[in-house]
């Protein structure tokens, strides 16, 4: 064997400890799809069509175009975080037991569990996605004091702030870092205003993907294409835990799709769109790569900004900008089919993405 040749042998395996983490993400998330959506059906724990907004004004495009969706199965975010979970610990505790019986020490090398990589997005995708998890479950019971069920939007507010505060407040005193990175041009100290600026990013991502998750497969492939963008980003970064714990979301959002595109066995659900958006936020700041957020998940913008404007032209001008908002509701009010702009979205998503991570390699700074 030549030397060339030894010198590749670390490369190709860290390569096929992130693909091995991800297929194997799929395969317990696909096939723990028939016992959850047994359970979701069996339980009635389905989705009822809002028909009033978050201002009690009543609903005309989006009620009427998904009432045929009601009491479709949600939480099937789920799925994505529990097969993560699953994963990771069976990566650090039984994977080197199953290594040592069948002397596989390959096995051995899929831990993932790092404290300085992986701990704090764990958390984030654990915590948020059991706040979700109530969320959903008010919801469907109709228990709660917003109308129809569901806890109150400053409430959930207020334990996304404390999420993302414990975060900061971790990354600030405990690791020190109060960096934040512009690609090609360096790194700048921002002192304490780090702490506001790891919540904001936090609060963006978790939100705004909440707010997109409003069609079939819609926010799913969207987060698969980001983390996956960022998977590649955390390995090319030397970040070979992180890129494992991106792999193994892509993975089980990949298994997610399979039954969530149109027509949808189950939907995500708060569960899955706020903790995933919740993590995707603390994947880009461990990366240093906050601004490259932005440019993957461009359409979060173009779908928050589209709520944004609606809510306040109809407060201070009482009149609609959109048919409906999200932005994603006015296309189908216009009467495009839900998997035009769906798939659009996608499109446009892949675009940036690609964009997103060809700045973020060339022009990457200095990780902790």
């Known amino acids: 064997m030549e030397f060339s040749q030894v010198q590749t042998i670390p490369v190709v395996m860290n390569i096929m400890k992130v693909l091995l983490t991800g297929f194997l993400a799929f395969i317990i998330a696909f096939f723990l799809t028939p016992l959850m959506t047994h359970f979701l059906y069996k339980y009635r724990i389905g989705i009822k069509i809002k028909k009033t907004d978050v201002n009690g004004e009543k609903l005309t495009y989006v009620s009427q175009l998904h009432q045929h969706k009601a009491n479709t199965p949600v939480m099937g975010g789920i799925l994505v975080w529990f097969t993560v979970m699953i994963l990771v610990f069976a990566s650090h505790y039984l994977f080197p037991i199953l290594a040592g019986w069948w002397d596989m020490n390959f096995?051995?090398?899929?831990?993932?569990?790092?404290?300085?990589?992986?701990?704090?997005?764990?958390?984030?995708?654990?915590?948020?996605?059991?706040?979700?998890?109530?969320?959903?479950?008010?919801?469907?019971?109709?228990?709660?004091?917003?109308?129809?069920?569901?806890?109150?939007?400053?409430?959930?507010?207020?334990?996304l702030i404390l999420i993302s505060g414990l975060?900061?407040?971790?990354?600030?005193?405990?690791?020190?870092?109060?960096?934040?990175?512009?690609?090609?041009?360096?790194?700048?100290?921002?002192?304490?205003?780090?702490?506001?600026?790891?919540?904001?990013?936090?609060?963006?991502?978790?939100?705004?993907?909440?707010?997109?998750?409003?069609?079939?497969?819609?926010?799913g492939g969207i987060l698969l294409i980001a983390f996956a963008s960022f998977g590649i980003i955390s390995f090319v970064g030397n970040k070979l835990d992180l890129a494992a714990f991106c792999a193994a979301i892509s993975g089980a959002l990949l298994a997610f799709l399979w039954f969530n595109v149109y027509p949808a066995r189950f939907f995500m659900g708060d569960t899955g769109a706020i903790s995933l958006g919740a993590t995707l936020g603390v994947v880009a700041m461990i990366t240093n790569s906050a601004l490259i957020l932005f440019i993957i998940v461009f359409v979060y913008i173009i779908e928050s900004m589209s709520v944004v404007i609606q809510l306040g032209s109809k407060k201070f001008f009482k009149r609609k900008v959109f048919l409906a908002a999200p932005i994603h509701h006015h296309f189908e009010a216009k009467g495009w089919p839900e998997t035009k702009v769906t798939m659009?979205?996608?499109?446009?998503?892949?675009?940036f993405a690609l964009v997103g991570v060809i700045i973020g390699i060339l022009g990457m700074g200095k990780w902790k």
């Not at 790092?114 to 764990?122: A, D, G, H, I």
């Not at 790891?198 to 939100?207: E, G, K, R, Y």
């Not at 659009?344 to 675009?351: E, G, K, N």
């Open 344 to 351: 659009r979205a996608w499109i446009l998503t892949l675009v």
């Open 107 to 159: 096995l051995a090398r899929l831990d993932f569990l790092s404290r300085k990589q992986v701990w704090l997005p764990l958390f984030a995708l654990v915590s948020a996605g059991i706040l979700g998890l109530c969320d959903d479950f008010a919801s469907v019971k109709g228990l709660g004091k917003n109308k129809g069920g569901g806890i109150r939007f400053l409430t959930r507010f207020g334990w």
């Open 167 to 219: 975060g900061a407040w971790w990354f600030y005193y405990k690791l020190g870092w109060d960096r934040i990175h512009i690609p090609a041009i360096g790194d700048f100290s921002i002192g304490l205003w780090y702490i506001p600026l790891f919540m904001f990013v936090i609060l963006f991502a978790a939100i705004s993907s909440n707010e997109t998750d409003g069609l079939d497969g819609l926010n």
